[in-house]
Structure formats: structure tokens, C-alpha cells
């Protein structure tokens, strides 16, 4: 792997995406024993307004924490899709929900267009999970964390009582 | 206990380090983005035999602190910029009573309540200077998730052994950066408490310094009395305006800090071959500077790096070494141009210095650092 591998998890304040982004950086961190950053950018509301959660791995120390050329973003609203793209690098990838994100960008990107929000709503009736959906999807195209270690994770963080509910989400 | 590796936030890491050092009470008013100490606090103190306090406001914070402080409990407070100039009025009775205690400043944008979750390195005079009249001030600045834990655990070590009160200042990133720390076990690190007095309660004079300029200090219930005032006071503790008595208690305040430099003073400062430039950081701009430097390299230009860990008292004689050596000082820091003044000061006009500032709730970047570099190189 490169220096550093950097994700950004982007959408709506609400979606669960810092907690998604602490999920990740823990299965690296933790479970699969490399480095990772995991930092935060939000507005003041509870819900809605702009929300972003980035993580950084790497084998090596990692001092500046923030994604500068990003190798993987998700994005959960039009308006994360518009605004963080150009931070991308050339052959990043773009995890877009298919639902939120109708206006894809162009550009020499990997594009997945999955039902993130519907797999959540249709499978289990809540929406609010479709930030562990949406890990699930990263786990498996990420080479850089293993989907044991973020397996582990999520069932470490996931409130008691929920476990089945988000392991059913992350596989799928 | 043995030792622990999770992966925290720094708030967190502050709080596993207060508790580390010994602290019984916390007194806040929650505030972006310095929340998570409470919240952290609330759940635990109460397991650990202390107690947690929200208060009004942070006026009322701070008070809780130094009175839970006087009954002999190591007591934190935790805010941000808004909530920290409301405590002011009281650091400075801790000061001039000697009470020791901890407040922790997550820096965000200002003045006023300004920008709430974004980061900023714009409260460096205020963690020197305020609080009103000549004041003794230590302000510690870790710059990682680790060290939030170690220099939390070090600012209740100098508030016990110098008996006054000892800022934390970080900011919205080093605060809520989640990293990888090791949670030492019990006894690796040395934990200090205030010297308490060795005579008879009768015998007992708050201010005696026969024995040294750092005064024994009663606990309040233990059968000692003692008066405390905010006003300069004698050995008795009672109101004194005889100036020969305040001025010697004033220049005592002052050689707590100024005696102590050995203990106090804390710096990283890596050196390369043949450098004319020099970088001087803390906190989160530094580790910006670190991938900057890494860069610099890469390109053929090297470049020296102080980082402090300590930024008050502020090292003045190792910055004025470095002008010795370099033609240029950057100082890279989240607002319109602070510590630069005390670079600049420190020097005494032997290097050029130059600051590289940003005031947009954004961190500076590794490039901005970078062209910087190229620009004076």
C-alpha cells in the first residue's frame, strides 16, 4: 500500500457517519494492527447541514490527520457528491447512494452507485443503519482494513441488543 | 492495573489521564468541543470515589473547582474559548490563593462564541495573560491523543507541587482526533500531591515559606484553619496593603514558575544538518509542520523543528539559540499572528521570522507550510 490511505465518509449531520469513520479507523487500529486517524468536521445542528468523517491508515506514524487526496469517498447526499469530489485522487473510488445521488460525477474515478439507504429501510425498516451498510460495502472493496476486523468492530460499538441487526446490515 | 491500548478521542484521553493523576472532582458547564471530558467524567468519577458537578455556568465551574481543591481533592474543569474567558475572573483567585487545579481549553474559533466546532489556536495570550495583574502561567499544549494523557497527567503533577493553577491548551482537532494510545499501568508515570502542612493545626500559617516559596497546604475539614483571600495577603493569610509585605508575595507568585523551569519547560526540537530554516509549532499546526519538514526533505531542503509541549512559560532562550544558527523562523499557528510575537521577542532581530496563519475554522495544511518553506529557502 501507498503512505497513507485516506477515506472520507460524507453526507448529512444525523446518518451515523462519525461513527462509521470511528468503526473503520477502529478495525484497522485495533484489529488489524496499523495506524489510523479518525477526525471529524460538522456544522452546529443535531441533524441535517453538512457532515464529514475522515479516516487515515497507514502503516507508518501519521501526522497530519485530515484527507488531503482522498482515496475513497462516500457519499450519502448530492450536495457531498458535488462538494468533495474534486479532493479525490485519479482511480478513486466513489461509494454514492443510488437513491440520494442521482448526478454522478465524470471524471476518471471508479463509480459504485449502490442502494445504501434502501438496502437499510427494505431489510430492516430503519434507515439509520445505513451508515453499517454502507461500512459493509467499504469492507469489502478496501483492501487496506479486512472485513473480519471491521466485523469485530461494529459488533464492539453497536448498542446491546443490536448486534444480529447490524451484523445482517454489514454482510448484506 | 495493568496497561491498556484503545483508541480514544483526545477529551478522552484527558479525562483517563485526570483520573491517572488522582482527580476527585470535576465541575463544568458543557461546551464544543470540549464535551466529551464531561461527559467521560460524569460516567466514570462517580465509580472512582469522586464526584461530578455540572454547574450554571462556568463562572460556577471554576469556584466549585477551587473550593473542591481547598478540601484536598485534585479537581479539573473543562471548556472553550466563551467559556474560558468566564472562568478568568477566577484563575486568578486560584492564582493569588495558590489552590491548585486544572482547566483544560479546547481551542475553537472566536472571539465570542465564534465558530463552535471548528479548530483554532487563537486563545495563546489569553492562557498568558487573561486574567487581570501580574500572575504566574503555566500552559501545557500536547499535541497527539498520547499526549493529552501524559501532559494531563503532568499538569496535575505542577498544580500539586507548585500549588497553582495549570492550563491545558489543545483544540478542536487534537480533542476530537481519535488515534491509537497505550493507557500506561498504575505507577509508570510518578504522580506528585501538595505538600500538607507537618504542624499542629494551632502552629499553622497558610503562607509560611521558612521551610521553601512553595507553602504546606491545609485540607479544609482536617482540623486546620486558614483565611482565604483574593486580596494580597500575609504569612496569616489575611488581608495585608502593607508594601512590604505584598510586593516580596507577588515576586514569590512569579519564582513558583521561574524557579521551576527544569520541571516545567517541556520541548521537542529536532535539528538537521546545515538547516537556514527553522519551524517553531504546537498542537495540531505542528503536526502539520512534521509532514511539511517530511516533504521539505524530499526536495532537498532541510529544516529545524522546535515543537513545544510546553508554551508557557515560553522558551525564550531556546528560540533565541536557534536565530543563531538559522536566517529564518516560521511560526505556523491557527490565528492572525500570536506566539509569533514571542518568537520575535526571543530573537532579538538575529533571524527574520514570519508566520504562516489561518483563521477559517480549517487546520493549516502540510502545503501551505511547504510553499512557505520553499518561499524564504
Not at chain 2, 464526584?51 to 462556568?58: G, P, W
Request: net charge negative; hydrophobic share 40%.
Amino acid at each position: 500500500m501507498s503512505e497513507r490511505y485516506e477515506v472520507r465518509l460524507s453526507g448529512a449531520g444525523g446518518q451515523g457517519l462519525v461513527l462509521a469513520g470511528v468503526i473503520l479507523a477502529e478495525a484497522a487500529a485495533l484489529y488489524d494492527g496499523k495506524n489510523a486517524v479518525q477526525t471529524q468536521s460538522y456544522g452546529p445542528e443535531a441533524r441535517g447541514g453538512a457532515s464529514k468523517s475522515e479516516v487515515i491508515i497507514s502503516e507508518f506514524s501519521i501526522d497530519y490527520p485530515k484527507a488531503t487526496e482522498i482515496d475513497l469517498l462516500l457519499c450519502l447526499t448530492q450536495e457531498a457528491c458535488d462538494k468533495y469530489t474534486s479532493d479525490l485522487k485519479k482511480k478513486g473510488i466513489i461509494i454514492a447512494d443510488s437513491r440520494m445521488v442521482k448526478d454522478l460525477p465524470k471524471g476518471d474515478y471508479v463509480i459504485y452507485n449502490l442502494p445504501i439507504m434502501d438496502t437499510a429501510k427494505e431489510k430492516v425498516g430503519k434507515t439509520f443503519v445505513a451508515n453499517i451498510v454502507a461500512l459493509g460495502a467499504i469492507a469489502h472493496l478496501v483492501e487496506e482494513v479486512s472485513f473480519d476486523s471491521v466485523l469485530k468492530a461494529v459488533l464492539s460499538r453497536v448498542p446491546k441488543g443490536t448486534e444480529n441487526l447490524n451484523k445482517r446490515e454489514l454482510v448484506g | 492495573m495493568s496497561e491498556k491500548v484503545v483508541f480514544y478521542q483526545g477529551n478522552e484521553a484527558c479525562a483517563e489521564g485526570a483520573l491517572y493523576a488522582g482527580c476527585k472532582f470535576f465541575a463544568g458547564y458543557p461546551i464544543t468541543p470540549s464535551t466529551e471530558v464531561a461527559e467521560f467524567l460524569a460516567r466514570r468519577l462517580p465509580k472512582e470515589g469522586g464526584a461530578f458537578i455540572q454547574m450554571e455556568d462556568e463562572i460556577a465551574a471554576m469556584a466549585a473547582v477551587i473550593g473542591a481543591s481547598l478540601t484536598g481533592a485534585k479537581s479539573l474543569t473543562a471548556t472553550s474559548g466563551p467559556g474560558m474567558s468566564l472562568k478568568l475572573e477566577n484563575l486568578g483567585f486560584a492564582c493569588i490563593t495558590e489552590v491548585p487545579c486544572v482547566i483544560l481549553n479546547v481551542m475553537r474559533g472566536g472571539p465570542s462564541t465564534g465558530l463552535p466546532t471548528g479548530p483554532s489556536q487563537a486563545d495563546v495570550m489569553q492562557a498568558r495573560w487573561g486574567t487581570h495583574g501580574d500572575h504566574p502561567a503555566i500552559a501545557l499544549v500536547p499535541g497527539s491523543v498520547q499526549e493529552t494523557f501524559t501532559e494531563t497527567v503532568r499538569a496535575f503533577n505542577l498544580a500539586e507541587r507548585l500549588r497553582t493553577p495549570v492550563i491545558l491548551l489543545t483544540d478542536e482537532i487534537i480533542g476530537h482526533m481519535r488515534e491509537k494510545f497505550t493507557i500506561p499501568a498504575k505507577g509508570e508515570i510518578e504522580i506528585w500531591d501538595r505538600p500538607r502542612p507537618t504542624v499542629p493545626p494551632e502552629e499553622y500559617k497558610p503562607y509560611d515559606t521558612s521551610e521553601g516559596i512553595i507553602p504546606p497546604m491545609a485540607d479544609f475539614g482536617s482540623g486546620y484553619r486558614w483565611h482565604v483571600t483574593g486580596l494580597n495577603h500575609d504569612e496569616t493569610g489575611f488581608p495585608t496593603n502593607i508594601p512590604s509585605l505584598v510586593e516580596p508575595e507577588e515576586r514569590r507568585l512569579m519564582a513558583k514558575v521561574t524557579e521551576n523551569l527544569d520541571i516545567i519547560e517541556k520541548y521537542e526540537y529536532i535539528e538537521k544538518k546545515g538547516s537556514k530554516v527553522a519551524i517553531v509549532a504546537f498542537g495540531s499546526s505542528a503536526r502539520s509542520t512534521r509532514s511539511a519538514i517530511a516533504k521539505a526533505a524530499e526536495g532537498g531542503i532541510n529544516v529545524d523543528f522546535l515543537r513545544l509541549v510546553t508554551l508557557w512559560p515560553f522558551p525564550s532562550h531556546v528560540v533565541n539559540e536557534m536565530a543563531d544558527k538559522v536566517d529564518v523562523i516560521i511560526v505556523p499557528e491557527m490565528n492572525l499572528g500570536q506566539m509569533i510575537e514571542e518568537v520575535e521577542r526571543s530573537v532579538k532581530g538575529k533571524a527574520e521570522v514570519t508566520g504562516v496563519n489561518r483563521a477559517d475554522g480549517e487546520p493549516i495544511t502540510p502545503d501551505q507550510i511547504l510553499e512557505k518553506i520553499r518561499e524564504v529557502s
